[in-house]
């Protein structure tokens, strides 16, 4: 019997979960001691009144300001725009950083909170190869305190340690590690997210659900991590054709957001061996593709091009995505699985495949841009399954 590898279960961040809990926001800035914060957030969320729904609790809380809007973030967390951000904060005197928005809102807000706790003021010097491993015993106290607020259930940004910073000039999505990166506090509103469009509920939703599998099927997942991946499979294939549908119903919202929580607790306990993540980056770094499509996209070409990936856990995924069967080979077990994640796109109106028609020289480009992420530093993918894969979800010119 083989021992289970050792491993480090480590998440500092309390999670309110519920409708209505953003109401808490300036109570618990209160209860930090925290007297002037500032929001950042992105200029769509202030166009829709999300912005509004969480700034004015301020008004009516005495004692606590909120002092200014930073609403620039873009569809990626950019180095410039977090370096300026960083600038914003400082030149503000805050003493209290309130994040609303989805992912690319909340991997900015890490990026600042870096700049802030490491006392720099270019996000690319603490990422020198577009890596910032600041894990145990680089990792150490930002000294900013924070709530971030989702307003998407796919990331789970708020309480992962992980975040993905987008180097325009290389043109590649990198990554920070540190568990002093996540929330302080993480408020799950689905009040917040009732108003999300359903293409981008889906494409949110197929995130979360990427995080999930590539959590659960990591080399280096463990028997906590293969509970939360599990189960949160479990209820995105229930609740996102839902979320979909009925945008609305306050109780797939909900759960969509726990969903998402705990899909990237289990993710991020993988240890970087991403496959779909490494070809999803490579997609959103040189074409601007937003992440959630590029995951859901990637996650069929993946299970249909590097199977051998999916065996060794076959049984924990059938589990999850409800998959009946009588066989006990992983490989057919496996691809019973990839149908169930074509149906559920399916259902959900998701095309398992990019509309951007590529060249023979585009496809050269992707090819090593799959081959350069930092996530296939550790776990490459195989070069006939990169180009199988890249044939797979990219239409021809």
């Not at 950042?40 to 008004?59: E, N, P, R, S």
Request: proline share 6%; aromatic share 8%; charged share 20%.
């Amino acid at each position: 019997m083989a021992i289970p590898n050792y491993f480090v279960w480590e998440y500092r961040t309390l999670v309110e979960v519920g409708s209505g809990c953003r109401t808490f926001v300036a109570q618990r800035f209160m209860e930090m001691g925290c007297k002037r914060i500032g929001m950042i957030t992105d200029k769509g969320l202030v166009d829709a009144g999300v912005v509004d729904m969480v700034k004015d609790i301020f008004t009516i809380q005495g004692g606590i300001k909120l002092a200014g809007i930073y609403d620039k973030i873009e569809q990626d967390a950019a180095m410039r725009v977090i370096n300026d951000c960083g600038r914003w904060y400082r030149e503000n005197a805050f003493d209290g950083m309130l994040v609303v928005g989805g992912g690319s809102v909340m991997d900015s807000a890490k990026g600042v909170k870096m700049l802030l706790g490491m006392g720099a003021t270019d996000i690319k010097n603490l990422m020198p190869g577009n890596l910032g491993p600041y894990i145990r015993p680089l990792g150490k106290p930002l000294g900013v305190r924070d709530i971030f607020i989702p307003t998407t259930a796919g990331t789970g940004s708020e309480v992962s340690p992980l975040a993905v910073i987008f180097n325009e000039d290389d043109k590649v999505k990198g990554d920070v590690m540190s568990p002093f990166v996540p929330a302080e506090i993480a408020l799950l509103d689905p009040d917040l997210t009732v108003g999300l469009p359903s293409g981008m509920t889906v494409s949110t939703g197929l995130d979360a659900l990427g995080h999930a599998v590539e959590g659960l099927t990591s080399p280096e997942a463990n028997c906590m991590a293969d509970s939360l991946g599990i189960h949160s499979i479990k209820l995105i294939m229930q609740y996102l054709p839902i979320a979909a549908s009925e945008g609305k119903n306050l109780e797939a919202r909900t759960k969509m957001l726990a969903a998402s929580n705990m899909a990237i607790m289990s993710f991020a306990m993988g240890g970087m061996m991403f496959p779909i993540h490494n070809v999803a980056h490579a997609a959103g770094g040189q074409l601007r593709i937003s992440h959630g499509q590029a995951v859901g996209v990637g996650m069929p070409a993946l299970m249909e091009h590097m199977p051998w990936h999916y065996w060794p856990k076959a049984k924990e995924l059938a589990e999850g995505f409800g998959v009946k069967s009588d066989s006990q080979d992983p490989a057919e077990i496996v691809a019973l699985v990839r149908e169930k994640v074509l149906g559920l796109m399916k259902e959900c109106g998701f095309n398992p495949h990019f509309d951007k028609a590529l060249d023979s020289a585009q496809r050269e480009t992707m090819f090593w841009a799959v081959k350069a992420d930092p996530t296939a530093m550790l776990y490459p993918i195989p070069d006939d399954s990169i180009k199988a894969i890249i044939s797979t979800v990219f239409p021809n010119v």
